[in-house]
């Protein structure tokens, strides 16, 4: 992962919004491009629905690939792009994108990083995944000061007295993650059965049986505090009346929803929040911005794996044209082509 640079821009030839499989496999086109790319994911790691939604199911229109899960096709295409050392920047959203004046694409994201390319290949699938809000009254106040539904450093919670909200895996994670870190740990969840791994499961019951951490079966019903910062949250176990717990931070993971996001307010065209786009290059209503997968729309188009993959060998033809405007393009298959196979490493196994 790059860190991020809000001195100085990161320079590179693409930035691709979005590291789903297709946005992965718009590297390795790229890449037979000699186009160098940088990806901004808002998740955590690489892969998108494949990876946050259905780990574990089987896919299974995957050409020659007759079943896989999202896990592993994330994993297959992560070592077939190695060979062109992509950048990704996880844990952010593409927030906002502005061109420089020598007419080049600057893309800044909600942490700070700053990002500058000749295009922008926008590859969000739906959209950019978004955290449910718990719906507790007033709670926007409290959002980024004290309520948080990511942990991007670990050390800003440090000997902080801290609510974790939620019985999935991030929720369950970070409980134990976070408990060596906090001056003390209270997982709340609505009832006393988790959807996070069980041995996960196992790690936080013993750190109660212990002592070292809470656990409330309960609802969060109310935050207290002024300013954005927290001082309680009030909460409502069955059968009793409810009552305040001392906090200074709220992390609330309630799953995720699927929104369009700032990428709305990036100056394209839009149809039912999909991004219109032509067939030859699947280039947006503004020139060297591109959108392939899921999040895009044209006559017939299928939302379907594959049919990014394509979108993505097409994106990537046009942006060589972009990058390279003093090179001639030539089509090269990688199965006979020296050049390709030296760029992907396998010219003496070929």
């Known amino acids: 992962m790059t860190e991020n640079n809000t001195q100085n821009p990161i320079t590179t030839d693409a930035i691709i919004v979005g590291a789903g499989p297709v946005g992965l496999f718009a590297v390795f086109e790229l890449g037979l491009n000699d186009i160098k790319c940088h990806l901004v994911d808002i998740l955590d790691k ?3 629905q494949c990876a946050e939604l259905y780990p574990e199911k089987p ?6 690939v007759p079943v896989c899960t999202g896990s592993e096709l994330t994993e297959k295409l992560l070592e077939q792009i190695k060979p062109f050392h992509p950048h990704f920047h996880f844990g ?3 927030e906002r994108l502005e061109k420089t004046p020598e007419g080049k694409w600057r893309l800044t994201t909600d942490t700070g990083t ?5 295009i922008v290949v926008i590859a969000a699938g739906g959209g950019s995944f978004m955290p449910k809000r718990p719906p507790i009254k007033g709670i926007e106040a409290f959002e980024g000061k004290s309520v948080f539904y990511a942990v991007r450093k670990m050390e800003q919670f440090r000997g902080k007295n801290i609510i974790i909200a939620g019985g999935g895996d991030s929720a369950l994670d970070w409980t134990v993650n976070l408990q060596p870190v906090a001056k003390r740990v209270t997982l709340v969840h609505r009832r006393d059965d988790f959807r996070a791994a069980p041995d996960t499961v196992l790690k936080m019951r013993a750190l109660v049986a212990e002592g070292a951490m809470d656990l409330k079966i309960a609802n969060l019903t109310e935050l207290q505090g002024a300013d954005g910062h ?3 949250v009030v909460l409502k176990e069955e059968g009793h009346q409810p009552h305040t717990i001392a906090c200074d931070n709220l992390l609330a993971f309630y799953g995720l929803t699927m929104k369009l996001g700032p990428v709305a307010n990036f100056g394209i065209n839009l149809h039912e929040n999909l991004i219109p786009v032509e067939t030859a290059s699947f280039e947006t209503s503004v020139p060297t911005i591109f959108a392939i997968g899921d999040i895009n729309s044209y006559p017939g188009k299928m939302k379907l ?3 990014g993959f394509h979108e993505a060998a097409l994106m990537a033809k046009k942006a060589f044209a972009y990058i390279h405007p003093d090179r001639r393009y030539r089509f090269q298959y990688t199965t006979s ?13 070929a």
């Open 230 to 232: 927290l001082s309680g």
């Open 46 to 48: 690489p892969g998108g």
């Open 92 to 94: 952010q959203m593409a």
């Open 305 to 307: 794996i594959l049919s």
């Open 59 to 64: 896919i299974y229109d995957i050409p020659a």
């Open 114 to 118: 700053v990002l500058e390319a000749t």
């Open 337 to 349: 082509s020296s050049d390709l196979q030296g760029k992907l490493g396998v010219a003496d196994a």
